[in-house]
T-cell receptor
Framework: ELKVEQNPLFLSMQEGKNYTIYCNYS?????LYWYRQDPGKSLESLFV?????AVKQEGRLMASLDTKARLSTLHITAAVHDLSATYFC???????????FGKGTSLLVTP | ETGVTQSPTHLIKTRGQQVTLRCSSQ?????VSWYQQALGQGPQFIFQ???????GRGNFPPRFSGLQFPNYSSELNVNALELDDSALYLC?????????????FGQGTRLTVV
């Protein structure tokens, strides 16, 4: 059974600080997605990582994928309050057939 | 906005009843997947439809069933509702073009079973 583990599950950080969210998964995959979810809302696609060593950046967020270590990271640079949300990683092991999500990391950015 | 729309947005049902949730996929997308997201959890895959056929199923009982129509819109039906079925139900559409398949999610239907 595929396991997708995120850590931390809860993160409170001050504005301006940097932090990394980790996503480990238990089976071979070279496709990983990061989503953002605001309270009561749907999932917003942030990054699609399709190969080993893939790195993508958008604003203060940067995602990377190491398929050999079965690890993806989501790095937050100089956090701002607007980044407060829950972040999910999702692993695709069946070529778009099924996404396996982690439990999510609930991020709160405080002044 | 992803172009994926779900209806209704909120629904309250009584245990034992049946419910139908609807999803209109993004224009040009031929694949629809349904996910259940319990409070505080990540979404769980229910099933996927591709060109009107079920293309795969997660670990959900048969009382969860679905349909996909020729226009690629989809329905999720749940019979004999249980209290644990209370969740946010998310529909995701994608275009099956081989390797690069990205799913776009609708706003979800919040189902409460009482």
């Amino acid at each position: 059974e595929l396991k997708v583990e995120q850590n931390p599950l809860f993160l409170s950080m001050q504005e301006g600080k940097n932090y990394t969210i980790y996503c480990n998964y238990s089976t071979t995959s070279d496709r990983l997605y990061w989503y953002r979810q605001d309270p009561g809302k749907s999932l917003e696609s942030l990054f699609v990582l399709l190969s080993n060593g893939a790195v993508k950046q958008e604003g203060r967020l940067m995602a990377s994928l190491d398929t050999k270590a079965r690890l993806s990271t989501l790095h937050i640079t100089a956090a701002v309050h607007d980044l407060s949300a829950t972040y999910f990683c999702a692993v695709d092991v069946n070529s778009g057939y099924e996404l396996n999500f982690g439990k999510g990391t609930s991020l709160l950015v405080t002044p | 906005e992803t172009g994926v729309t779900q209806s209704p947005t909120h629904l309250i049902k009584t245990r034992g009843q049946q419910v139908t949730l609807r999803c209109s996929s993004q224009s040009g997308h031929n694949t629809v997947s349904w996910y259940q997201q319990a409070l505080g959890q990540g979404p769980q895959f229910i099933f996927q439809y591709y060109r009107e056929e079920e293309n795969g199923r997660g670990n959900f009982p048969p009382r969860f069933s679905g349909l996909q129509f020729p226009n690629y819109s989809s329905e999720l039906n749940v019979n004999a509702l249980e209290l644990d079925d209370s969740a946010l139900y998310l529909c995701a559409s994608s275009l099956d073009e081989g390797y690069n398949t990205e799913a776009f999610f609708g706003q979800g239907t919040r189902l409460t079973v009482v």
